[in-house]
């Protein structure tokens, strides 16, 4: 095939931000192809393994990245998060927009090593809102929540970083109003 190489467009931003409700109305359009992650962590009620995750144990996750498995990974809450490679490869070739829902170490690594896109950190409108969306949404207890939180400091530290004379993100767009957020998202991939 001869079309233009796609674009990989890297979301990122702390949970409960918004980010997978702004993948959900991006993966909508036909030229885009999602990511399915790897993880060790447990599955929760309406997640399907496959699809929204690959489940895997944690020796299963340890080989695949022995076998260098992963574009990325990291640990995120004591559970191990992986972005298979060959999926990007195969969506790029053929001229795909890949999406890429990753928190923030796993995208310093791709960008250490210059893998080119467009990265987007999701930010909430404070901390308290955030606290209050991952409450309402009730996917995790209240030790999880505020360990959630607690990474979430770090990770809105992390969006303004400079890496290798560069920044981490090109944009942050800030959630306060979904609709909003997804336009925004949407004007910058489709100007
Ligand atoms: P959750 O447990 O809420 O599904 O995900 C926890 C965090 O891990 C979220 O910030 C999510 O975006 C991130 N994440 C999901 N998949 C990957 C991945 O493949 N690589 C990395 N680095 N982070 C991921």
């Given at each position: ?115 080119p896109g467009l990265y ?22 209240p030790v999880e929540i ?46």
């Amino acid at each position: 095939m001869n079309g233009a190489r796609g674009k990989l467009v890297v979301i990122s931003g702390p949970s409960g931000a918004g980010k997978t409700s702004v993948c959900r109305a991006l993966k909508q359009r036909p030229e885009v192809e999602f990511s399915v992650s790897a993880t060790t962590r447990a599955m929760r009620a309406g997640e399907r393994d496959g699809i929204d995750y690959h489940f895997l144990s944690r020796d299963d996750f340890q080989r695949r990245i022995a076998e260098n498995q992963f574009l990325e990974f990291a640990t995120y809450n004591g559970n191990m998060y992986g972005t298979p490679r060959w999926p990007m490869d195969q969506a790029l070739a053929r001229g795909k927009t890949f999406l890429l829902e990753i928190e923030v170490k796993g995208t310093r690594q791709l960008r250490d090593r210059g893998i080119p896109g467009l990265y987007v950190f999701i930010a909430p409108p404070s901390i308290d809102e955030l606290r209050r969306r991952l409450t309402g949404r009730g996917s995790n207890d209240p030790v999880e929540i505020e360990q959630r939180v607690r990474i979430a400091v770090d990770e809105i530290a992390a969006s303004r970083e400079i890496v290798a004379g560069a920044p981490l993100y090109d944009v942050v767009v800030e959630n306060r109003v979904l609709d909003d957020t997804i336009r925004a998202v949407e004007q910058l991939l489709w100007p």
